[in-house]
DNA sequence: ACTCAATTGCGACTCATTCGCAAGAAATAT
DNA sequence: ATATTTCTTGCGAATGAGTCGCAATTGAGT
């Protein structure tokens, strides 16, 4: 299993990382708004996997007066931009993370809420085998793994 | 890849079907009404994956004047009983099957909506053990591809 | 048949998310 | 700089899936 990315960015890293979003953007013919901007800082520095609510009032405490109609249009843009991933777990809302390089998939600690991050190239092998077999290629995929803490419960 | 349940069920096993699983939901002490029979028989029927709308349809077309609430509240009491499994894709409402013997995940295709169900042992496995490696169990899992039939578009 | 808790239908409600629209910025042309 | 055009925003209203309260109904043991 690959360690996937993120955990362990050093503070430094987020001003350039923030820095090449936006030139993406702007690239593709997107204003950079304030809002924008906000909203891309607060997802750049999170180490977890905020819901639009959450990223509402992160955003808030660095550029005040965001409506939430914004965090939700511009998340919106941003996944369209390829910026960002939304993710569905088990019926709450969607929680989004910054796309970074690296694919990976989730485990969910069903008492916790908290979402741990991992990768496994063999699984991801087979699923292209599976599906291919039928006649099929994968467009993209979710892989969930709703768990709980071993020896408890 | 083993091949799942369903698909070519005859249509007499129905009858013993839905008996198996009222006496079930009798035994916990959950009353079998019009309503309930109706819904269970279309979803022992069903060799697609419908949503509560469409049920609400279908078991209508067999007992006339059954609410939509009532397929609603039927569905969460037949998925706590453990008589049917709730798939969330994509972003879709929700679609229900009954849950039958061996566990599968789903592909869907993304052009026409088609669900196919699969189950792989040796992902199984390797979910297991992802978590094991971490010390958490698993307590459910999610697996979905989204396809494309190979060579178009 | 009688009783009583479980169940239903209805409409009101929630919650996450989207939309319409007028007012407010960016980018652009002048 | 200024005007113009186009994109964005904030607000509140609207949507859509699903839930809930409640009075009326109905299974299922007695």
């Known amino acids: 299993?690959?360690?996937p990315h993120g955990q362990n960015r050093r503070m430094n890293d987020t001003r350039e990382h923030i820095e090449?979003?936006?030139?993406a953007l702007r690239r593709a013919g997107i204003r950079v708004t304030r809002?924008?901007?906000?909203?891309?800082?607060v997802l750049a520095d999170a180490q977890d996997h905020p819901d639009a609510p959450e990223l509402h009032s992160r955003a808030n405490a660095i550029?005040?007066?965001i409506s939430l109609s914004t965090v939700y249009r511009t998340l919106s843009t941003l996944e369209t931009q390829g910026v960002i991933?939304?993710?569905?777990?088990?019926?709450?809302?969607?929680?989004?993370?910054?796309?970074e390089t690296d694919h990976h998939d989730?485990?969910?600690?069903?008492?916790?809420?908290?979402?741990?991050?991992?990768c496994n190239d063999r699984i991801e092998k087979l699923q292209?085998?599976?599906?291919?077999?039928?006649?099929?290629e994968i467009v993209h995929h979710r892989m969930e793994l709703y768990v709980r803490k071993t020896g408890q419960g």
């Open 1 to 3: 299993m690959r360690a």
């Open 20 to 23: 090449k979003l936006t030139d």
């Open 35 to 41: 809002q924008r901007a906000a909203i891309l800082e």
């Open 63 to 65: 550029a005040p007066g």
């Open 85 to 99: 991933q939304r993710h569905q777990f088990d019926g709450a809302s969607a929680r989004f993370e910054p796309a």
């Open 106 to 118: 989730h485990m969910i600690d069903v008492e916790t809420g908290k979402v741990i991050e991992f």
């Open 128 to 136: 292209a085998e599976i599906a291919a077999e039928l006649g099929y």
